[in-house]
């Protein structure tokens, strides 16, 4: 349990992170009643504020608990999801971004009306918002309620609400600017905590050495083969990139934060400077499970099962006094991925779809919707909690795979939209339904995999990875072959949407010299990713 100290430090992180909350509702005050300031930070964040809110939103308490269980059960080969995100978000700069800043859109939906069809928004729109309340919401929140209840010998849903009360008051009020600038001081915080959680557990265990010696090289090898259950490298190539797309790349919760930018290189810097810094949960996260283990193995701790990792550790091996530090971690990773849901998911509501039903609303009366929608959603998360615990833990987990089912078509319509001029309306709508048609056909077959043999069995049973390679392909062959049998869109549309609609001119506001250090900076994070597959390839 805590100790006295502990809750002084706890007791600080709440105060520094409301005093921070402030000073950013305070700068936002002049702007706070117009969409732009409340829902994009004014379009003027900086790439360091950016990079920070993209790792530190990613990263939630469960995330913690997840990684290091995993860990703890089958080595470092779950870190493949987290190197593979480096990769990504230089996409998401190199690619994506230009075209997302030049349209001045406000949400992914948005982007995807004007490359596509307003039935193309819609599908988004609803898919975004029902997965995030069903899912990161009620997790998250969830998720501070164990942390509670474990760690501080609170009540669960004491534990919950304070931590719904305290996240939804400042995102209330001070939008994606509170959320940006919170999200950056957790960051160190939560970096911090769990650096010193690996740090301390190597020490006990005796070292990097001992570590090897006592688990075995197997756990230190993220290439697994074909055959391997959860991690099979084709899945890890091939599967990873597209669901790393559709996450980093398109989904409102990430993407917001680089459409908060000042410029495109402030957000193209932001993605790369998040890349450097999804380098570290490997070593930070992935790799206390592994210690966990070898401390089971050499009977210095006691693990029940392995997402019992992360709370083990800390129990055991953090004196208490550093226990509140720690604890402040995890709520920095709570509270950072709730705030950052709630402003996007609120975004979504008021842009698009209560502003598309009520057009001519004001400026102030959307912020007004904005803030109303946050605190909505506070409430459906809670009362979604309940109904999580009668659900099986086996069907949870499947509950959280359908967005891994939903993303190959969003990130096939994104990805070749921007590629190719000649797909249409059409053919993304016939590729978005045919997604979600067999994507919720393989989740169903999922849930009933017992009942089942043959062909349905065996499609019931497809590595999710792969899976969602197969997806991706038939997504992206339905959206070629019925954008071909249509009529072309009109280029005028289009302009600006797609390579080769976009005017190329000379003196965008791009320097030269900011040019080709984000590409040294890019090759060098290229480089550290190769690196670290060398390091633990077996």
Known sequence: MLGTLDWIFI???FMVIFAVAWWAIRQEKSTRQNSSGYFLASRNAGWFVIGASLFASNIGSEHLVGLAGTGAASGVAVGQFEIMASLILLILGWVFVPFYLRSSVYTMPEFLE???????????????????????????????????????????????????VATGIYTVL?????????DMLQMFILIGGSILVTVTGLLKLGGVQRLYEVVGSGYFNMWRPVSDPNFPWTGIIFGIPILGIWYWCTDQFIVQRVLSAKNIENARRGTIFGGYLKLLPVF?????GVVAHALAKSGQLTLGRPDQALPALISVLIPIGLRGLIVAGLLAALMSSLSSVFNSCSTLITLDIYQKLRPKASEKHLVRVGQIATAILVIFGLAWIPFMKLISGQLYQYLQSVQSYISPPIASVFLIGLLWS?????????????GFVLGMG?????????????????YADINFLHFAILLF????????????????????QLRGLTYSTVERKRGSGVSQAGLHKDIILSVILILCVILIWVLFSG
Not at 123 to 150: H, P, R
Not at 473 to 492: D, F, G, H, N, R
Request: proline letters at 3%; a positive charge.
């Open 11 to 13: 007791a600080l992180y």
């Open 114 to 164: 004007r490359r596509y069809s307003p039935e193309a928004r819609w599908y988004l729109s609803i898919i975004s918002i029902i997965a995030y309340v069903l899912t990161k919401i009620s997790v998250t929140i969830a998720a501070g309620g164990i942390v509670f209840e474990t760690l501080m010998g609170i009540n669960f849903w004491t534990g919950a609400l304070i931590v719904v």
């Open 174 to 182: 001070g939008g994606l600017r509170a959320v940006l600038y919170t």
């Open 284 to 288: 930070i996260f992935v790799i206390p």
């Open 422 to 434: 000649r797909v249409n309306s059409k053919g993304a709508m016939a590729s978005l339904m045919t």
């Open 442 to 458: 393989r989740l169903i077959a999922e849930l009933n995999k017992s009942a089942l043999d043959g062909w349905l069995y065996r």
């Open 473 to 492: 392909v038939i997504c992206s062959a339905v959206l070629i072959v019925v954008s071909l049998m249509t009529p072309e869109p009109s280029q005028t």
